[in-house]
């Protein structure tokens, strides 16, 4: 019975991909791409695949690294991604991003709002592996514009359909994402007595 009873280590990343207001699909496919557990070319079994290039660049090998922050297609929607949700980096890698993520986004009292950072940074990894999977099964692409556009407003339905805490911090991301002052709730007022 002691077994049942012991506490699992919680990694450091578990709150990037777990939690308000994350969509499930996006913050299950940031989970396994965090893991580094998808089926990225560099992962298969290459005897009955011609290439292991990249996808979305054609130009190195696919690995999660490249696939989701240096692929030159990928880079600069990070970028973008960045300017409305109020945080400016410059990691060297994945698992940089990742670990910065991990240690700068844990709670609500940042200058920027952690939850809306962990959404934009799902749904951007979410639309890349849906891209990915797009190329490979259908032939088709999106351009760059269209992904960042696609990742954009997904975050932004999400944020209209979510009651969001008022404070000045979240005030300013209301307004950067061009949202109607609606979506903010007002703090509880103590009950009368």
């Avoid at 002691?2 to 499930?24: E, V």
């Avoid at 989970?31 to 560099?42: G, R």
């Avoid at 054609?58 to 929607?77: G, Q, R």
């Avoid at 351009?143 to 975050?155: K, P, W």
């Amino acid at each position: 019975m002691k077994f049942l009873n012991r506490q699992l280590a919680t990694l450091p990343w578990t709150h990037l991909a777990w939690g308000k207001p994350l969509i499930p699909k996006h913050a299950f496919t940031l989970w396994i791409a965090i893991k580094q557990k998808l089926s990225t070319l560099d992962r298969k079994c290459t005897s009955h695949i011609d290439s292991v290039t990249c996808v979305l660049c054609n130009n190195a090998l696919e690995s999660h690294d490249h696939l989701f922050y240096m692929c030159p297609f990928v880079k600069p929607l990070w970028t973008f991604i960045q300017i409305p949700c109020g945080f400016y980096i410059q990691p060297t890698n994945w698992a940089s991003l990742i670990s910065w993520a991990a240690y700068h986004w844990r709670g609500e009292g940042s200058s920027h709002s952690s939850s809306f950072s962990r959404l934009a940074l799902a749904s951007l990894v979410y639309n890349v592996w849906a891209e990915h999977n797009r190329r490979i099964f259908t032939g088709r692409k999106l351009t760059q514009n269209s992904l960042l556009h696609l990742t954009l407003d997904s975050v932004r339905a999400k944020l209209l359909s979510t009651s969001i805490k008022d404070s000045t911090t979240r005030r300013q991301i209301v307004e950067e994402w061009n949202l109607p002052s609606s979506v903010l709730r007002q703090p509880a007022k103590p009950p009368d007595i």
